[in-house]
């Protein structure tokens, strides 16, 4: 990690508009907060131009989608890629319906997204690749490596894939995450808000990849020292030290550390 990628980004407080799902909406706005980042949830498409060009990045989510949303969001993503900012894309649970495939390729047809971000069942879907899958959550087996690779040629875009291992193929090389704690998949909305915390990371001044493994890894080091804490006994009470820790400076979660790491 880079932790002057984190405090530039702090640094610029950056407005993230979100079209997202309405799970997690609360969760993301806090969590971004903490970190020290801007939300705006607006998912109205008579809006979304408006929004995207008075920003600094967008998330798209698709874990509550509705086929109108969908318009709202090739709209908002449009106006974002015409603006040059950068365009986050978590397809939740795309492997689980022919409904939500169908209306991430609509949006992949007409965005092109800075990072698609998602667990292996779901990038493995995007390539027709075999990884089982259920409701919005990966199991099985599957080259992980080549899948990162081949959805990357595929959408001409850096690809995350988040596991025990997280695995970011981006500026054309691979590299692997291993920050972050059991706790994360214990509570809802722990992977649409790391897409919120890397649209933050994606607004510095230093390459994609750079990004994306420095956002990847604060996150990962923040559920780690969230989960240390001795009043942490589970998901309820790891929830809001995890919100708690994303305030925190890398130099704090790394144990007073100088070093980057």
Known sequence: MNPDIIQQARNNTPLIHHLTNQVVMNFNANGLLAFGGSPVMAKEI?????????????????????????????????????????????????????????????ILQEVRPTVIKGNAGEIASLVDANIQSRGVDSVGEGNVDEIAEQAGRKYDTAIVITGKTDVIHADQKLIYNQTGHPLLSNITGSGCLLGSIAAACLTTSYTVSEQLSSALSFYGLAAEHAAKLPHVHGPGTFLPSFIDALSFTPKQLNGGLEDDF
Do not use: H, Q, Y
């Not at 015409?82 to 689980?96: F, N, S, T, W």
């Open 46 to 106: 008579r809006e979304a131009t408006d929004m995207a060009k008075a920003s600094d990045a967008l998330v798209l989510n698709i874990g509550t989608i509705l086929e109108s949303e969908a318009d709202a969001m090739i709209t908002a993503g449009k106006a974002a890629n015409e603006k040059g900012i950068p365009v986050v894309l978590d397809p939740v649970g795309v492997a689980a319906s022919s409904f939500r495939k169908d209306m991430v390729e609509k």
